[in-house]
């Protein structure tokens, strides 16, 4: 279902390129695909915001039905991928380069979703795994505490 390969293009500060995990070499020329992390739409939407708060989201794609989200994360991520209740995929390659300027609408990479972080939105070319991770866990202990509250 989930097939993308996204990096972005286009410049950036060299204030804006450090500490960036991401699918794009540095001076934000196209580089790799990235790989994509999806995750239950409940779950997803809690660590966006979590991430939005430490400036720490990359582009983000819900589908069609909102039943899931994405999150684009450095090539080979899903090498190593195991937190329970979501999915790393590679994209060997297959995708899209992001890019053509600020002012460029960026379509989707994958029919049947939206964007719900778009690229030119979010503090990063993609999400640090290291941070997806955190924040997927933080996500999982809030819902859990709200469910038993209810």
Same mark, same amino acid.
Request: charged fraction near 20%.
């Given at each position: ?12 500060? #060299? ?62 991520? #899903? ?72």
């Amino acid at each position: 279902m989930w097939e993308t390969g996204v990096s972005r293009g286009g410049k950036e500060s #060299a204030g804006q390129a450090a500490g960036r995990g991401g699918c794009a070499a540095p001076g934000g020329v196209p580089s790799q695909p990235c790989d994509l992390v999806t995750v239950p739409a409940r779950q997803g939407l809690e660590a966006v915001d979590i991430l939005r708060l430490r400036d720490g989201v990359g582009p983000v794609l819900h589908d069609g039905a909102c039943d899931t989200l994405g999150f684009l994360v450095p090539p080979g991520t #899903a090498d190593g991928w195991d937190v329970p209740g979501s999915a790393c995929t590679q994209t060997y390659g297959r995708g899209i380069a992001l890019g053509g300027g600020e002012d460029a609408v960026i379509d989707p990479p994958v029919t049947g979703t939206g964007w719900l972080v778009p690229p030119e939105g979010a503090y990063a070319d993609a999400t640090d795994p290291v941070v997806l991770r955190a924040a997927l866990g933080e996500a999982a202990r809030t819902i859990e505490a709200v469910d038993r509250c209810q």
